[in-house]
C-alpha cells in the first residue's frame, strides 16, 4: 500500500482518503487495485493486460492514453542502472506518466507546486496494488525500493512523450532514495 513521506514536516501518511486528498491539489491520481488473487504472480505481459482490460480501458478514455504495456526489472535485468540513472534526477515529462504496480516496489519524489497545497517536495512509495499518475511537466524522480524490483503497468498517448526533460537544480541530491516501512527494514 501506497504510503507519502513530506520531509520538510517529518510527517507520513499511510490512509488511503488521506493519500489521495493530499495529492489531489498536485493532479495526481492515486488509486488502489487489486492483484492478491486476481493475477497469478508469474503472469506474462498478455495475461495482466487482459486482467486489468476494463481499468486500462477507463483510464485511456479518462487520460486520452492510446497504448499500454508492461515493464518488469530486476537485478538482472540488464543495463539496470544506467535505466535509473535516467529517472533518478529530476526531470518532467510532455506527457502523464501512469504506472500501476503489479509486483515490487518504488519512490516517486514530487517537487510539488500548487496553489492550494504549497510548494513541498514529497515522498509517494508505490507497491503492489498502486496506481499513480504523475502529471505532464510535473518536476519529478524515481527510483526502485531496495530489493530493486518491479513490475508495472504503463500508459501513454506516446511513449516518445516519456523522454525525461531534465530540471538542473540538484534538489533531487537532498533526497535519499530509499523506501521506508517493515519490508524495507
Given at each position: 500500500?501506497?504510503?507519502?513521506?513530506?520531509?520538510?514536516?517529518?510527517?507520513?501518511?499511510?490512509?488511503?482518503?488521506?493519500?489521495?486528498?493530499?495529492?489531489?491539489?498536485?493532479?495526481?491520481?492515486?488509486?488502489?487495485?487489486?492483484?492478491e488473487g486476481?493475477?497469478?504472480?508469474?503472469?506474462?505481459?498478455?495475461?495482466?493486460?487482459?486482467?486489468?482490460?476494463?481499468?486500462?480501458?477507463?483510464?485511456?478514455?479518462?487520460?486520452?492514453?492510446?497504448?499500454?504495456?508492461?515493464?518488469?526489472?530486476?537485478?538482472?535485468?540488464?543495463?539496470?542502472?544506467?535505466?535509473?540513472?535516467?529517472?533518478?534526477k529530476?526531470?518532467?515529462?510532455?506527457?502523464?506518466?501512469?504506472?500501476?504496480?503489479?509486483?515490487?516496489?518504488?519512490?516517486?519524489?514530487i517537487?510539488g507546486?500548487?496553489?492550494?497545497?504549497?510548494?513541498?517536495?514529497?515522498?509517494?512509495?508505490?507497491?503492489?496494488?498502486?496506481?499513480?499518475?504523475?502529471?505532464?511537466?510535473?518536476?519529478?524522480?524515481?527510483?526502485?525500493?531496495?530489493?530493486?524490483?518491479?513490475?508495472?503497468?504503463?500508459?501513454?498517448?506516446?511513449?516518445?512523450?516519456?523522454?525525461?526533460?531534465?530540471?538542473?537544480?540538484?534538489?533531487?541530491?537532498?533526497?535519499?532514495?530509499?523506501?521506508?516501512?517493515?519490508?524495507?527494514?
Amino acid at each position: 500500500m501506497a504510503s507519502i513521506s513530506i520531509p520538510s514536516e517529518n510527517r507520513q501518511i499511510d490512509n488511503v482518503d488521506e493519500i489521495r486528498q493530499f495529492l489531489e491539489p498536485y493532479g495526481i491520481w492515486f488509486e488502489n487495485w487489486q492483484v492478491e488473487g486476481r493475477i497469478d504472480k508469474e503472469a506474462n505481459s498478455e495475461e495482466i493486460l487482459s486482467a486489468y482490460k476494463k481499468e486500462i480501458d477507463k483510464l485511456k478514455e479518462r487520460g486520452g492514453y492510446v497504448t499500454a504495456d508492461v515493464i518488469q526489472v530486476s537485478p538482472e535485468t540488464p543495463g539496470l542502472e544506467a535505466m535509473l540513472a535516467k529517472f533518478s534526477k529530476e526531470h518532467t515529462h510532455s506527457e502523464d506518466e501512469v504506472r500501476f504496480i503489479i509486483s515490487g516496489g518504488g519512490i516517486f519524489y514530487i517537487n510539488g507546486k500548487s496553489e492550494t497545497a504549497g510548494d513541498k517536495v514529497f515522498a509517494i512509495q508505490v507497491e503492489e496494488g498502486d496506481l499513480i499518475n504523475v502529471p505532464k511537466r510535473t518536476r519529478h524522480w524515481f527510483d526502485l525500493c531496495q530489493d530493486r524490483r518491479v513490475k508495472a503497468i504503463r500508459l501513454f498517448i506516446d511513449p516518445a512523450g516519456w523522454t525525461p526533460d531534465y530540471v538542473d537544480d540538484n534538489i533531487d541530491d537532498n533526497y535519499e532514495p530509499l523506501c521506508w516501512g517493515p519490508r524495507y527494514i
